[in-house]
């Protein structure tokens, strides 16, 4: 029986119903409030870890944007373990889903750009048209301008949504391969194996980098809008 390539990528249900929304607040039960006067070296990592990411992400902003920090800090870490947890046997990716990943982007993008005109409306107005551009060519550049404005939240949930496809496509059909040369070729088999080893290490690597790029690129429209 042959299965559909893109099953992995359909939401799961039990009785017609989404267990999409079970699954999107489990990352939320990973990182659990410290209990303790002293943490435990699982919460010392994370609180590692969110002050490194806030640090090289939030010292460009300035006040008003620094509100935004738990908001990005929040974004950055559920995508990475949503990411993660989808690497695991019999699981399911959230962020394979372009409407979920648009649901992520297109909030976020309106935010910005609602907050860059409400604070600076000038600055926010004259991006539509850069300074010496000649009278003939203002039409046109005021609609390019516009069309790569509004195009920035789709090219944010493509880019996450394209490349946590693709590395599952690829351990996907790596692995069918590799149980298929089980049988003809036990050398063959083993170097395709190792070869899944090495690209599921760097799918693991995918997924927390594409978690910091969907976030540093949010953390740079608000940079533009205020």
Not at 43 to 64: A, E, G
Not at 185 to 201: G, N, V
Request: include cysteine.
């Amino acid at each position: 029986m042959n299965e559909n390539l893109f099953a992995p990528f359909i939401c799961p249900s039990i009785m017609d119903i989404s267990t999409l929304p079970i699954i999107i607040l489990f990352p939320c039960l990973i990182f659990s409030a410290p209990k303790r006067w002293l943490p435990n070296r699982m919460q010392i990592l994370q609180i590692w870890l969110i002050r490194l990411i806030t640090k090289q992400m939030m010292t460009m902003h300035n006040k008003l944007g620094r509100t935004w920090t738990l908001m990005l800090m929040s974004l950055i870490l559920f995508i990475a373990t949503t990411n993660l947890l989808g690497l695991l046997p019999y699981s399911f990716t959230p962020t394979t889903q372009l409407s979920m990943n648009l649901g992520m982007a297109i909030p976020l993008w309106m935010g910005t750009v609602i907050m860059g005109f409400q604070n600076k409306p000038k600055a926010s107005l004259a991006h539509f048209l850069p300074q010496g551009t000649p009278t003939p060519l203002i039409p046109m550049l005021i609609i390019i301008e516009t069309i790569s404005l509004l195009i920035q939240p789709v090219a944010l949930a493509v880019r996450l949504t394209a490349n946590i496809t693709a590395g599952h496509l690829l351990i996907h059909l790596i692995s069918s391969a590799a149980l298929a040369l089980l049988s003809i070729s036990i050398t063959l088999s083993s170097i395709t194996f190792i070869i899944l080893f090495l690209l599921t290490i760097l799918e693991f690597a995918v997924a927390l980098i594409q978690a910091y790029v969907f976030t540093l690129l949010v953390s740079l429209y608000l940079h533009d809008n205020t």
